[in-house]
Every structure is written in C-alpha cells, then in structure tokens.
C-alpha cells in the first residue's frame, strides 16, 4: 500500500478520520432538527434500524470495495466492472453537490463560534446579542456569508493539500477527542437546567404515534439523515478505505464508525432537545434553522454563561464540519491524484486541492447569495431555484441549499447504495467482501446476515426510500 497516493499513518489514525468524516453537521445540525420534524423517538428508533440493518452492510461494502481496489471510486469501480464507472463518478459528484452547502454552513458556524468568542470578553460588535433578529440579518447579507465561505474553504484546501497522514489523520487526531470533550461539557451543563426532562421524554419515551400518522415521511427523513450522517452511498469511506492497511479489521473498524458516529447524534440530540425544553417551551420544530436561529435563543436566554456555552458549543460543531468536509474534497482531489499515478506523472495533490476548491466556491455563491431560501421575493441578492423557474413547489424548500441536498442525500445516495449493495448481493457476490475482509487475517463474522442485507434488505429499502423522495420531489 505505500505508494504516493498516501497511507494514514495508523489504524487508529484511520478510525478518527473516518469517525471525522462521519461525525458532522449531519448529526449536529440535521440530526436534531430533523428528529424535531419527526417525532422525537419514533424518528429515532427508525434511525437505529436502518443503521444496523443497512449502514452496517454498506459501509463493510464501501471498505471492501475501497481496500480491495487501493482506488479512489472511479478507478475503484472501473477495476470492478467497466459498465459501472458511472457508480464512480457518480461518488464524485456526490461530494461536490454536498460541498455546494456544506461550505456555506461550515463558514457560518465558524462565524457563530468567534462570535460567541468575542461575546465573552465583552467585545460583542458582531451582534450575537441581537437574538430575533441576527440569523435573518445575516443569511441575506450576501458579502458576509461569502466571506465566511471563502474562509472555511482554505482552511479545508489547506489541510487536504498537506495530505493524508499530514493533513487529515493530524487533524482529526486532536479534533475527535476535543469535540467529544466539549459535548460532555454541554450536555452535563444542560442537563442540570429545570425543564430540560421534557426533552429527554420527546427523545427517548415510547411514542410510535408518528409513525402511523406519515410512516413514509418518517422513513425518507431518517434513511437520508443515515447516509448522509454515515458519509455512505458515495466516495468517501471507498476513499478512505483505499488507505487503509491491509492488515486492519474492516468489520470492526465499520462497527466501531457507526457506534461513534450514532453515539454522537445522540449526544447533539442530547444537548439541543433539552435545551428547547428548558429555554423554549419545548420548541423542538426550528427546522433547518435549529441549529442557529433556535440554540441562539437558548444560548442568549441562559445569561452571560451563555455565551461560554455558545462559543463551545459552535466550536464544536466547527471541528464536526471541517473534519467531514476535507473528507469530501479529498474524494474529488484523490479522483484526480489516482489519475495522475495511474499515468505515471507526479500526484498533483496540493494543485487539484486548490483547483477543486475554487471550482466548488463558485458553485457555493448561490446558496451563499439567495438568503437560504428567502429568495427575491424577500430582499435576498439572487432568486431561489424555485424563483428562476418559475415552479410551485411543495415538498421541499427550493433553496439553492436544498437543491444540491435533494440531488446528493435525497437522490445519488440512496441509489448509489441500492446498485452497490445490488451488485455486491447479485453479481460480485458476498465473497468478494469477505475474502477481502479476511486479507487481514480475521474471520468474516455474520455472513447470512450481510447476505439477505446486501441481496434484499437494501436493495429493496432503498427503492423505497427512493420512490418515497420522487415522490416528495416532483409528486
Ligand atoms: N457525514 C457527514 C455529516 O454528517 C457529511 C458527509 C457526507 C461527509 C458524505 C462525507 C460524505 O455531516
């Protein structure tokens, strides 16, 4: 495996950045607002469900496939079969639409956290004190959300550029820890606050009432949170599993990313759940702007400590989202850096690092200039897809944001992982996973299991999931 794409330095190494790359604004951000939407624990236990009977399998798969290739996805799939290059590119385009949001709301957490920073020496110029009316102020101030963008964009082409062991394995090796420390402390300061029980309640008390109210609803919203929360159904965990040794456990070490990434969910659900009860009213329903205009209100309503809470708080959300978003442009620079190996020219990685992440800002202005869906209509710079084509839509938001989020987690994902579990299933067949799983000397564990999940539970999970999503879309 030593060659010059790379190699993370340790086996430990690898699980901190997979972990990384699977611990993000997913679960810190969409995790608790969509539990919100959808029923608290009725949301959860499908979740759980689905992690287990679907991540587990496909992100063994994903490892395989990546470890036994030593390819980043396209060459990966190319290597498997010609006719499914296309599952290849489709795993770069992935990333690319996931960044087309990703960097917008990883720069505004990082203008949230220093924020919060200044709050506590007193210098608060920048408003954070202005709670009803800072987020609506600062979504349609377009040069401001460019700004923070452009910002977060060159730390992450920085650290993808200084390389595998360099760039990702460091960083995630002090941010994995120090994130999970900072949670601790939130949740336990929480926690102590009256009223937060009624949060515990929505998250953990028997209640399967929503479930038959929008079963479907329910499903779509918590399978797409799992693929985009486990970073599955395109090519980052190929990615990484293509640096991983030979000798390394891939089933453990896939347990061990689900485990960690759900615990981590739960923790955020943990913290912003209770949180609304005790300083909402049980306001658990904030939507996508949960995590902002909603934790704001809450950091602002528990006085000057607030602020403390609130800059851990966001810095912790920042560590989350750097570490997942330079695994997602590692996916797209790595496309480009095995093409050059394959051709015998010099990897070229710090060049297509930077190359990949202006081309990516540039996608990023409209989600940074339609003030997240107010669109024209509401004194935003540019229109929502919605406004420029003129379409009445009704299941989705039609922001610049959800956009790129219906094509990548709504759409390429589920069908990225129904063909790969399809073809794992059907035509490549189980051995080729577990001889792969079994290159490092541990025996294959729960082979009936992965079997009927690769050959029907996916498969026929995701069609749902899909059919659900059309539905929703264009229905
Ligand atoms: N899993 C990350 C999160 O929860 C996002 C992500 C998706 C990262 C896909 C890589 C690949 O925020």
Redesign the pocket.
């Known amino acids: 495996m030593e060659n010059n794409r790379g190699t993370f330095g340790s086996n430990l190494g690898f699980i901190l950045a997979a972990v990384g ?7 810190i951000w ?1 995790f608790p607002y969509k539990m919100g939407l959808n029923g608290g624990f009725a949301f959860l236990l499908v979740y759980l469900v689905l992690a287990i009977f679907v991540g587990l399998a496909v992100m063994v798969g994903e490892l395989a496939i990546g470890r036994k290739t030593g390819m980043s996805p396209v060459a990966a799939y190319r290597k498997l079969s010609k006719k499914f290059t296309w599952m290849g590119y489709m795993a770069v385009i992935v ?1 690319f639409l ?1 960044l087309c949001f ?1 960097f917008v709301l990883g720069g505004m957490v990082m203008r949230y956290a220093l924020s919060y920073l200044t709050a506590i020496f007193g210098w608060n110029t920048w408003g954070v004190e202005d709670v009803t009316t800072f987020f609506g102020t600062f979504i349609l101030n377009g040069g401001q959300m460019i700004l923070w963008t452009a910002i977060f964009i060159v730390i992450n082409a920085f650290i993808v550029a200084a390389g595998v062991a360099g760039g990702i394995e460091k960083f995630c090796k002090i941010g994995m820890p120090a994130l999970f420390v900072m949670l601790l402390v939130v949740i336990i300061y929480v926690a102590v606050q009256p009223g937060a029980m009624d949060g515990y309640k929505f998250m953990f008390g028997w209640n399967l009432e929503p479930l038959k109210t929008d079963f479907l609803g329910v499903l779509k919203a918590a399978a797409g949170q799992m693929f ?4 599955l159904g ?1 090519g ?1 965990i190929i990615t990484y599993g293509s640096y991983l040794q030979k000798k390394e456990n891939v089933q453990k070490n896939a347990v061990i990313i689900i485990v960690c990434d759900t615990l981590v969910a739960i923790m955020a659900g943990m913290i912003v759940m209770p949180a609304c009860a005790a300083f909402l009213d049980g306001a658990y329903g904030g939507g996508p702007g949960l995590l902002f205009a909603s934790m704001q209100q809450v950091f602002h309503n528990m006085g000057y400590i607030g602020n403390i809470m609130g800059f851990l708080f966001y810095t912790l959300v920042f560590i ?2 750097i570490s ?1 978003s330079m ?2 442009l590692e996916v797209i620079t790595s496309f480009k850096v095995d093409q050059n190996v394959a051709e015998g020219k010099a990897p070229g990685r710090k060049k297509y690092a930077i190359i990949a992440a202006v081309i990516i800002f540039i996608f990023c202005l409209p989600t940074c200039l339609d003030g997240l869906g107010n669109g024209l209509a509401n004194g935003a710079a540019i229109g929502t897809p919605a406004e420029i084509l003129n379409i009445d839509v009704k299941g989705w938001n039609c922001d610049w944001l959800d956009f790129y989020d219906m094509l990548s987690e709504g759409i390429m994902m589920p069908l990225g992982a129904m063909v790969m579990t399809f073809m794992i299933g059907w035509i490549w067949k189980l051995d080729m996973v577990v001889e792969e799983c079994e290159v490092s000397g541990h025996k294959f564990w729960g082979k009936t299991f992965f079997d009927i999940c690769y050959k029907f539970i996916t498969p026929i999970g995701m069609a749902f999931v899909l059919y659900a999503q059309v539905l929703t879309f264009f229905g």
């Open positions: 790359s699977a611990v993000g604004l997913g679960n969409g990333p996931i990703y985009f929360s486990l970073s395109m980052a989350a989202a997942s695994s997602l």
